[in-house]
């Protein structure tokens, strides 16, 4: 499998403003995103998540070393449109990054920057609105939609671009619960069904646990990577970082510092539960 | 409260007028106009009335919500008639009683004057009415594009006009939502004198206009992400086309102008 996105040595500071002294985000993050895999990125508030994903279409350039986006140096201005219509990006605020005042209008608008005609804007744009289920809502009015349908909106407005590779900073933070779950159903629809490369940002543990790999950064540096089973065993490392685990993770551990012995990789309820009847079992 | 405000009000609709090219209807908005200004007799003011009432009747827009928008500007067409009314000096002297003289062309100008202004902010609201924002702005880029070769920046003042119009409900919202805050911590915007009542409003606008900055901030990034970059190799979803309809309204609108002509050159 290809690397999509590819960082060697990434060092970012932020510029220092007035007599602020300022500290690198991150320094010497290697990291590499495989295509079409889910990568969930979590970290307590201010560890630098925000910013990385920032450096994945160039709207932040690194201060040191370099982020390849399929071979593309992002420190290259000629390739930023490229580099920017390879790695869509969706931001926290739907309502900050919807332009237009009709659905459709807003989803043809990175279309319509690429230069693409006209007709093809059209199909793009019925094609990403089906994507994220919101085709019978195309002539309506963002601001009389939901927070979940605004954000599925954004979702489709960076589809449009047909991209490869779609980075999520908190998409869900300002949602209600019903918001987030029809934004992470798209997600995951998305990946499973387009082959489409994520790296969701959260920090919603439940949501890390549906993606393939989950990378735990922590004070500028990446401090756990693996699948989600592998990484959200490792409770202690979790919750010196300032980080809560699954609810299914936080029993079995708390059951196990009374005496049990369960294994900490189970992370969906049935896994749980499972797992509980089979300690009992053995018990008995 | 303030999710009243309709800025432009737009009825969507499948009529004639509504389908008209957001162009034609702008162009023929301003022949209008011009033949406002030239009117001069009963004669062509009744052609401009009754061109009016067909095409809010095509439109099958009610009368009701055109006299409605003119509510607000009520006093303002009333002090013009009167000042008119008492200014124009011509014709017979039909009464006369101290400082007050009114002449029949002090009537005539009266009514012209009050027309004039009703017809001109009924045709913007019928324009407004039939055509939405996004339309209107995209016609106007369209109609001022050759402004772009002496450096007028066209597309950025249109971008500028469409996500103005997309904001106002969420500002309008923010700024509910700020005002509901500062009433909660004992605000009051009720009471007072004029100027009290003034210095209130400093804790609404200070927190809205802090937010308003950071989402322009937050938008130009996310539409730096969507790959915008200014005007250039920019196409349109959308492709406006002028059609036989707007050919037949454009004749419509030309024969009007021409009659308020050809009638204001005999005198009438």
Same mark, same amino acid.
């Given at each position: 499998?290809?690397?999509?996105?590819?960082?060697?040595?990434? =060092?970012?500071?932020?510029?220092?403003?007035?007599?602020?002294?300022?500290?690198?985000?991150?320094?010497?993050?290697?990291?590499?995103?495989?295509?079409?895999?889910?990568?969930?990125?979590?970290?307590?508030?201010?560890?630098?998540?925000?910013?990385?994903?920032?450096?994945?279409?160039?709207?932040?350039?690194?201060?040191?070393?370099?982020?390849?986006?399929?071979?593309?140096?992002?420190?290259?201005?000629?390739?930023?449109?490229?580099?920017?219509?390879?790695?869509?990006?969706?931001?926290?605020?739907?309502?900050?990054?919807?332009?237009?005042?009709?659905?459709?209008?807003?989803?043809?608008?990175?279309? @319509?920057?690429?230069?693409?005609?006209?007709?093809?804007?059209?199909?793009?744009?019925?094609?990403?609105?089906?994507?994220?289920?919101?085709?019978?809502?195309?002539?309506?009015?963002?601001?009389?939609?939901?927070?979940?349908?605004?954000?599925?909106?954004?979702?489709?407005?960076?589809?449009?671009?047909?991209?490869?590779?779609?980075?999520?900073?908190?998409?869900?933070?300002?949602?209600?619960?019903?918001?987030?779950?029809?934004?992470?159903?798209?997600?995951?629809?998305?990946?499973?069904?387009?082959?489409?490369?994520?790296? +969701?940002?959260?920090?919603?543990? =439940?949501?890390?646990?549906?993606?393939?790999?989950?990378?735990?950064?922590?004070?500028?540096?990446?401090?756990?990577?693996?699948?989600?089973? @592998?990484?959200?065993?490792?409770?202690?490392?979790?919750?010196?970082?300032?980080?809560?685990?699954?609810?299914?993770?936080?029993?079995?551990?708390?059951?196990?510092?009374?005496?049990? =012995?369960?294994?900490?990789?189970?992370?969906?309820?049935? @896994?749980?539960?499972?797992?509980?009847?089979?300690? +009992?079992?053995? @018990?008995? | 409260?303030?999710?009243?405000?309709? !800025?432009?009000?737009?009825?969507?609709?499948?009529?004639?007028?509504? *389908?008209?090219?957001?162009?034609?209807?702008?162009?023929?908005?301003?022949?209008?106009?011009?033949?406002?200004?030239?009117?001069?007799?009963?004669?062509?003011?009744?052609?401009?009335?009754?061109? #009016? /009432?067909?095409?809010?009747?095509?439109? *099958?827009?009610?009368?009701?919500?055109?006299?409605?928008?003119?509510?607000?500007?009520?006093?303002?067409?009333?002090?013009?008639?009167?000042?008119? #009314?008492?200014?124009?000096?011509?014709?017979?002297?039909?009464?006369?009683?101290?400082?007050?003289?009114?002449?029949?062309?002090?009537?005539? $100008?009266?009514?012209?004057?009050?027309?004039?202004?009703?017809?001109?902010?009924?045709?913007?609201?019928?324009?407004?009415?039939?055509?939405?924002?996004?339309?209107?702005?995209? /016609?106007?880029?369209? #109609?001022?594009?050759?402004?772009?070769?002496?450096?007028?920046?066209?597309?950025?003042? /249109?971008?500028?006009?469409?996500?103005?119009? *997309?904001?106002?409900?969420?500002?309008?919202?923010?700024?509910?939502?700020?005002? $509901?805050?500062?009433?909660? *911590?004992?605000?009051?915007?009720?009471?007072?004198?004029?100027?009290?009542? /003034?210095?209130?409003?400093?804790?609404?606008?200070?927190? !809205?206009?802090?937010?308003?900055?950071?989402?322009?901030?937050?938008?130009?990034?996310?539409?730096?992400?969507?790959?915008?970059?200014?005007?250039?190799?920019?196409?349109?979803?959308?492709?406006?086309?002028?059609?036989?309809?707007?050919?037949?309204?454009?004749?419509?609108?030309?024969?009007?102008?021409?009659?308020?002509?050809?009638?204001?050159?005999?005198?009438?």
């Amino acid at each position: 499998m290809s690397n999509i996105i590819r960082t060697e040595a990434l =060092s970012f500071t932020y510029p220092a403003s007035g007599d602020r002294l300022s500290l690198p985000v991150f320094e010497q993050v290697n990291l590499e995103i495989e295509a079409g895999s889910f990568t969930a990125v979590i970290g307590p508030n201010g560890c630098g998540k925000s910013t990385l994903a920032k450096q994945f279409n160039g709207v932040l350039l690194p201060s040191g070393g370099t982020v390849w986006i399929e071979g593309m140096d992002t420190s290259d201005e000629a390739l930023l449109l490229e580099i920017r219509r390879t790695v869509g990006m969706v931001f926290q605020n739907p309502d900050n990054q919807i332009v237009a005042n009709v659905v459709e209008e807003d989803v043809a608008f990175a279309p @319509e920057n690429l230069g693409i005609p006209s007709a093809e804007i059209r199909q793009r744009v019925d094609e990403a609105l089906k994507t994220v289920g919101m085709y019978d809502y195309r002539e309506h009015a963002p601001h009389l939609l939901s927070g979940g349908q605004k954000q599925r909106i954004a979702i489709a407005g960076v589809l449009a671009m047909r991209p490869k590779c779609i980075v999520l900073d908190e998409p869900t933070a300002m949602l209600d619960p019903q918001g987030r779950k029809e934004v992470i159903a798209t997600i995951s629809r998305l990946n499973k069904e387009q082959g489409m490369t994520v790296v +969701l940002i959260t920090h919603h543990m =439940s949501e890390a646990v549906n993606a393939d790999r989950v990378l735990v950064m922590h004070r500028g540096g990446i401090l756990l990577d693996g699948t989600p089973r @592998e990484v959200f065993a490792q409770v202690e490392t979790l919750r010196s970082a300032g980080l809560d685990v699954p609810q299914t993770v936080e029993l079995a551990f708390r059951l196990n510092q009374n005496g049990w =012995s369960l294994p900490l990789d189970a992370l969906t309820v049935e @896994e749980c539960a499972e797992a509980i009847a089979k300690a +009992l079992e053995i @018990e008995n | 409260m303030l999710k009243d405000i309709t !800025l432009g009000q737009f009825f969507p609709g499948k009529s004639l007028i509504h *389908r008209l090219d957001p162009r034609a209807k702008l162009l023929i908005l301003l022949a209008y106009f011009v033949a406002l200004f030239l009117a001069k007799s009963y004669i062509s003011y009744g052609l401009m009335v009754l061109f #009016l /009432a067909a095409a809010t009747m095509i439109a *099958r827009i009610p009368f009701k919500s055109m006299t409605r928008g003119l509510k607000p500007m009520l006093i303002f067409i009333i002090l013009t008639a009167v000042l008119n #009314l008492l200014y124009t000096k011509g014709g017979r002297l039909l009464l006369s009683w101290k400082f007050i003289h009114i002449y029949t062309e002090g009537i005539k $100008s009266a009514v012209f004057m009050a027309l004039r202004i009703i017809l001109l902010i009924c045709g913007s609201f019928l324009l407004t009415y039939t055509t939405s924002p996004i339309a209107l702005t995209d /016609a106007l880029e369209r #109609l001022l594009s050759p402004l772009k070769f002496i450096k007028v920046p066209v597309h950025e003042l /249109a971008m500028m006009m469409c996500i103005a119009l *997309r904001f106002i409900p969420t500002l309008i919202e923010e700024t509910d939502k700020i005002m $509901s805050a500062q009433k909660a *911590r004992g605000a009051n915007f009720e009471t007072g004198s004029l100027l009290k009542r /003034a210095k209130a409003l400093i804790p609404i606008l200070v927190p !809205l206009f802090v937010s308003a900055f950071r989402r322009a901030d937050e938008l130009a990034t996310a539409m730096e992400c969507r790959c915008y970059h200014g005007g250039e190799g920019r196409t349109r979803m959308k492709v406006l086309r002028f059609t036989w309809l707007d050919l037949g309204a454009f004749a419509v609108a030309g024969l009007l102008l021409a009659a308020v002509i050809v009638l204001r050159h005999f005198g009438l």
